[in-house]
């Protein structure tokens, strides 16, 4: 089987609610999935708002966040997140 490999982020921002999130995303105002992303998953559970992205490559997972997603997140109320990435073996 060949596998579909990428670059994968994961952000969890603590107490964050899903309306910071939509606010984020009307600041973005994407009319389709960026360049490069393959993925874009957003929920909310008992410890705030999460979401999981899975990207091409991590090229352009920087050049996203360094052109769009940076100055979206600074102008938005939503509370400071941690941030994990990791190598993807397989995307289905």
């Known amino acids: 089987m060949e596998h579909t490999s990428g670059f ?3 952000f969890m921002f603590p107490g964050g609610t899903l309306e910071q999130y939509d606010a984020v ?4 105002a994407l009319t ?5 992303m393959l993925t ?3 929920w909310k559970n008992e410890y705030g ?5 899975v990207w091409e490559s991590k ?3 920087e050049a996203f966040k360094k052109d769009r997603l940076d100055k979206a997140l600074g102008d938005s109320d939503l ?3 941690d ?8 995307v289905m």
């Open 8 to 10: 994968g982020v994961y």
């Open 40 to 42: 874009h998953v957003a």
């Open 83 to 90: 941030i994990t990435l990791f190598d993807v073996h397989n």
């Open 25 to 28: 995303n009307d600041a973005l």
């Open 32 to 36: 389709e999935m960026p360049e490069g």
């Open 59 to 61: 090229e352009s997972w």
């Open 49 to 53: 708002l999460n979401v999981s992205e």
């Open 79 to 81: 509370p400071k997140g």
